[in-house]
């Protein structure tokens, strides 16, 4: 979906040669959000949901 909106160093593998840069940092940005509340992790993997704060969030914001 967003593929287009990435450039030739995102999809570049990180020093661990594991996972590409885009990915990492999807991860990282998901667990942030988790951690503030504005995301729950279902009982899938890599499965989120918005919670009600993170809706509420950008109801207030989504004009920024």
């Given amino acids: 979906i967003f593929a ?3 450039i030739d160093v995102d ?3 990180l020093a661990s040669g594991i996972e ?3 990915y990492n ?3 990282w940005a998901a667990f ?3 951690q ?3 995301l729950e992790r279902n009982n899938e993997q890599y499965h989120w949901e918005i919670t009600g704060d993170g809706r509420e969030w950008y109801k207030k914001n989504k004009n920024i």
Avoid: I, T
């Fill in 20 to 22: 590409q840069r885009w």
């Fill in 4 to 6: 287009s909106q990435l």
């Fill in 11 to 13: 999809f570049e593998l």
């Fill in 32 to 34: 942030a959000l988790e």
């Fill in 25 to 27: 940092a999807a991860k």
């Fill in 36 to 38: 503030s509340g504005m």
